[in-house]
């Protein structure tokens, strides 16, 4: 069976997920979308050797820091390592904050492949054009404000319908299927998290990326003013904010605020032991 600890970033949640696989023989499945990029030990405070070797992690390391890695690219590796079929037969604890990871897993997300050379013959088309190639191809227009960007994408789902990618089913708990940890103090964890990873040598680790991806300079802060230090915090705290309200409105997840860590681990044996 999978269970779900997710939770604010910096709220503490790897190192209790790591506690609660050791007692319970679980392997820890990532769901952070950083954490798949290689060489980014310090900035995605990825668990040492000593817990990777203590406990079978998944999700770590399976992507070059120049790759845009995709959900779609999380959920093929997940079944190239055979996570939905494992669920059945062992138990793993899925971590991490990555909100559209763990939808996609939990509620079967059906996603619509997009094809480039498809979409590299639209965008020649204008508005007007897109318009009669609907009409010539007895292709619905959608009941919403049009606009070119709108059409293309409805064109292709209509011609891509047929190769739809569904996720296989997991085994998951009947009820609530985990904990996300609202942390009230994660602002002063946050800060406190990136002065240490400074201090650790994150500078040289971000100095030693070639071709890091758009997705991957996002992250670090590159894009924003300012130094480093007040770039990471700045976009790990808008993180944090997006967490809490993409979470909230997950109803398989149960969202605990507070800043005992004892109040988590018993909600998440309680789910676990159900």
């Known amino acids: 069976m999978i269970y779900f600890l ?15 696989a050791l007692e319970n023989n679980m392997s820890i ?8 990029y290689k060489n980014l030990n ?4 990825k668990p040492t050797d000593v817990m990777q070797a203590q406990v079978r992690y998944y999700g770590l390391n399976i992507a070059d820091t120049s790759q845009n890695f995709s959900v779609i ?12 079929s494992k669920s059945f037969t062992e138990d793993i604890l899925a971590v991490g904050g990555t909100g559209l990871y763990i939808k996609a897993m939990i509620d079967k997300y059906e996603f619509k492949p997009t094809d480039p ?27 919403v404000e049009l606009n070119k960007r709108r059409l293309i994408r409805n064109i292709e789902d209509f011609m891509l319908n047929e190769s739809k990618y569904v996720f296989p089913d997991l085994c998951l708990p009947k ?10 103090d994660y602002k002063e964890n946050i800060k406190r998290r990136t002065k240490s990873m400074i201090e650790s ?4 680790e ?10 991957v300079l996002q992250a670090i802060g590159l894009n924003e003013s300012g130094d480093l230090e007040e770039n990471i915090n700045l976009k790990t705290n808008r993180l944090a904010k997006k967490q809490i309200t993409w979470f909230k409105k997950e109803t398989k997840i149960k969202m605990l605020t507070t800043s005992d860590e004892s109040e988590i681990y018993k909600e998440m044996m309680d789910i676990i032991n159900e």
């Open 201 to 204: 040598g994150l500078m040289n």
């Open 73 to 84: 690219d999380f959920l093929n590796y997940l079944i190239k390592e055979e996570i939905p």
């Open 29 to 36: 499945l990532s769901v952070d979308s950083m954490a798949v």
């Open 206 to 215: 971000i100095d030693n990326l070639k071709n890091p991806s758009k997705t």
């Open 42 to 45: 310090i900035l995605t405070a």
């Open 175 to 184: 009820n609530y299927v985990g904990v996300f940890w609202n942390h009230p």
């Open 6 to 20: 997710t939770g604010i970033t910096a709220s503490g949640k790897s190192n209790l997920a790591h506690k609660i």
């Open 117 to 143: 050379t498809i979409r590299a013959e639209l965008e020649l088309l204008n508005y007007d054009n897109l318009l009669v190639f609907h009409k010539v191809n007895d292709i619905p227009l959608p009941n």
